[in-house]
């Protein structure tokens, strides 16, 4: 029997058993809690921004929002559920790359996406458990200490460019999505007033966080040119730097508006999206 033969068998059948998890009941169950934690944690993190742009400090990204539950009465039971939803979602995506057929471009694309959005779910996810578990982190600090990392490799500045463009076209991808109303293909939204409503907050929330994600990708790129890790600020960075433009807080406050309409956006996700 050629490798061929014998590998199209077993790919069917991992692919079968992907199936099935994904249909498990109390899986997609977890997985909607997923989706509602992440609502959660943009809620928090736009408040932040918010008190941000009128004066006050605060870290505004998934550190000070996971901070911040922490912080709170029964934290660190909440901090357990955020950690639960956001690893099952995670994973959930991992089934979701796997289930995609096909061997041309079109196909890669989809499953480097969903691969995307599962790292970025399992990393927040395994955060929100460090913190239950009191350790925490400073994702500032990560941030610079990686891209300090880089830039002392050979074609180091090449390497934080190419990041921060990555970066820079997600947060594109998060405004064209919000434009063209294509986040809608992942939800079942309800007819009428409700579904309308749901609309309105996904174009606002995903042209907020396009925006946010978008300075995030810059931010490393001027990290780069001016070989200065510190300018690599991540999310936290990248909503301060906002406010230090022209009419920065009156943008940032709508941003951090808009951050908070995706967070109410994930809740209405939670009930009625596609799995």
């Not at 079968?16 to 997985?31: E, G, K, M, P, V």
């Not at 990248?238 to 709508?254: F, Q, W």
Request: charged residues 10%; contains cysteine; aromatic residues 8%.
């Amino acid at each position: 029997m050629s490798h061929s033969s014998s590998s199209a068998p077993s790919a069917a059948s991992a692919r079968a058993t992907a199936s099935r998890l994904q249909d498990n009941h109390a899986f997609q169950l977890a997985a909607r809690t997923g989706f509602a934690v992440n609502g959660l944690l943009h809620l928090l993190i736009g408040g932040i921004a918010f008190g941000i742009a009128f004066g006050s400090g605060g870290e505004a990204d998934q550190g000070g929002a996971l901070s911040g539950l922490a912080a709170s009465p029964g934290g660190v039971l909440v901090l357990w559920v955020v950690a639960i939803g956001l690893l099952a979602l995670g994973l959930f995506q991992v089934l979701e790359a796997l289930l995609i057929r096909g061997t041309d471009t079109t196909a890669w694309t989809g499953r480097a996406k969903e691969g995307g959005k599962a790292i970025a779910y399992l990393a927040i996810g395994f955060s929100a458990a460090s913190t239950a578990m009191g350790s925490g982190s400073d994702s500032e600090r990560q941030t610079q200490g990686m891209t300090s990392t880089l830039l002392s490799t050979p074609g180091g500045v090449f390497l934080v460019v190419l990041l921060g463009l990555g970066v820079l076209a997600i947060g594109v991808y998060f405004i064209v999505k919000g434009a063209n109303k294509k986040f809608l293909r992942d939800i079942a939204a309800p007819a009428g007033k409700a579904g309308r409503s749901i609309t309105m907050l996904g174009r606002i929330g995903y042209f907020a966080k396009g925006i946010a994600i978008a300075v995030v990708g810059i931010l490393f790129c001027v990290a780069a040119i001016t070989s200065d890790p510190s300018e690599a600020t991540g999310l936290d960075g990248a909503l301060k730097s906002l406010a230090e433009l022209p009419l920065g807080p009156a943008i940032l406050t709508v941003v951090a508006l808009g951050l908070m309409a995706y967070g109410v956006y994930c809740f209405a996700r939670a009930k009625y999206a596609r799995l």
